[in-house]
């Protein structure tokens, strides 16, 4: 579903990506971590449209980004850290404005907007302000809204920022049953390693601006040479950079 070769970002002389390649299944939910600074989030905005790669392609469901953009956006959803919504609307009237915006029929609207409020837990919110939202309320709003013209692909960046562990326990359910069904496929960045270990199927590990290693759980294991091993330790012992004087650091 996703496909990235050989992806390159440069600033100058300065390469955040440099010659970055991975594929995402189908059905699959996809860890992608880093510690800050390793160019995770330039890659995703590069998968997402956002930016330019200076080399390198990016295939969307089938769909070259930089022949088709179009259609290759139009079959992803995408998530940031920070993402914005409008405090003036009603939740209905956000994801009313979200479903006009991707052109769905506003009957398939309606029927889908209150499946999604219910499913994650704002039905009785439908018709108050974002803006008295908590922060954690806005975080499942912004997914509804994702989920809202069923991409086939959605690409979050850090999806447990701000969700108490119920909205989260919820979060990583709906990934597990819409990636089970084939209904859906998930590209995530995250900082808890934890919740990446429960959910992702396969785990890709970047380091200033590579991947420096990938696979399924066993498989990081055994490439690291860590049997039994959590995903924190190899994430730490891959990413440990040691300055001159002082004691190695962990990624932060």
């Not at 922060?135 to 709003?141: P, T």
């Not at 959605?154 to 562990?165: A, F, H, N």
Request: charged share 25%; proline share 5%; net charge neutral.
């Amino acid at each position: 579903m996703i496909r990235v070769e050989n992806l390159r970002k440069r600033y100058g002389s300065f390469e955040a990506v440099a010659g970055v390649s991975f594929h995402v299944e189908r059905g699959e939910v996809f860890g992608f971590l880093g510690p800050n600074g390793a160019g995770k989030t330039t890659t995703m905005k590069m998968i997402a449209g956002l930016l330019r790669p200076s080399d390198g392609s990016i295939t969307i469901a089938g769909h070259d980004l930089a022949r088709e953009p179009l259609l290759a956006r139009a079959a992803l959803g995408f998530i940031p850290d920070r993402p914005y919504l409008y405090d003036k609307l009603t939740a209905f009237e956000l994801l009313e404005l979200v479903g006009g915006l991707h052109r769905m029929r506003w009957a398939d609207i309606g029927a889908r907007g209150k499946e999604l409020l219910e499913t994650f837990g704002l039905a009785q919110w439908a018709d108050t302000l974002v803006e008295s939202f908590s922060h954690g309320m806005k975080q499942r709003l912004v997914f509804a809204a994702a989920l809202l013209p069923r991409p086939p692909i959605l690409v979050v960046d850090e999806p447990m920022v701000g969700l108490d562990p119920r909205g989260a326990r919820l979060v990583k359910g709906i990934f597990r049953e819409l990636c089970a069904s084939g209904e859906l496929t998930v590209f995530v960045s995250t900082h808890t390693l934890d919740v990446a270990e429960e959910v992702c199927d396969r785990i890709a590990i970047m380091h200033r601006g590579k991947i420096v290693i990938g696979g399924t759980m066993e498989q990081l294991r055994a490439k690291a040479r860590q049997p039994g091993s959590k995903l924190e330790e190899i994430f730490l012992e891959l990413t440990e950079e040691s300055e001159p004087g002082a004691g190695p650091a962990g990624a932060s």
